[in-house]
């Protein structure tokens, strides 16, 4: 079953950098692939108008 959450796109002070947030109910969730820290790749798909955000290898 694939969960669905609603997140949020935030900024800390005046930098260009942006934080994603991912809801609890998803980071609990035992299919959630992520570890704190871990390095990912994140490729825009503009056509679909997306993140695409996986490990990686």
Known sequence: ???V???KITSAGKT???Y???PAKLVMDS???FE???QVKITIDPQNKRLI???IR
């Open 5 to 7: 959450g609603n997140g």
């Open 31 to 33: 299919n959630f692939p």
């Open 1 to 3: 079953m694939v969960l």
């Open 20 to 22: 994603l947030s991912v």
């Open 53 to 55: 955000v996986e490990k």
């Open 36 to 38: 704190e820290g871990e």
């Open 16 to 18: 260009n950098t942006k």
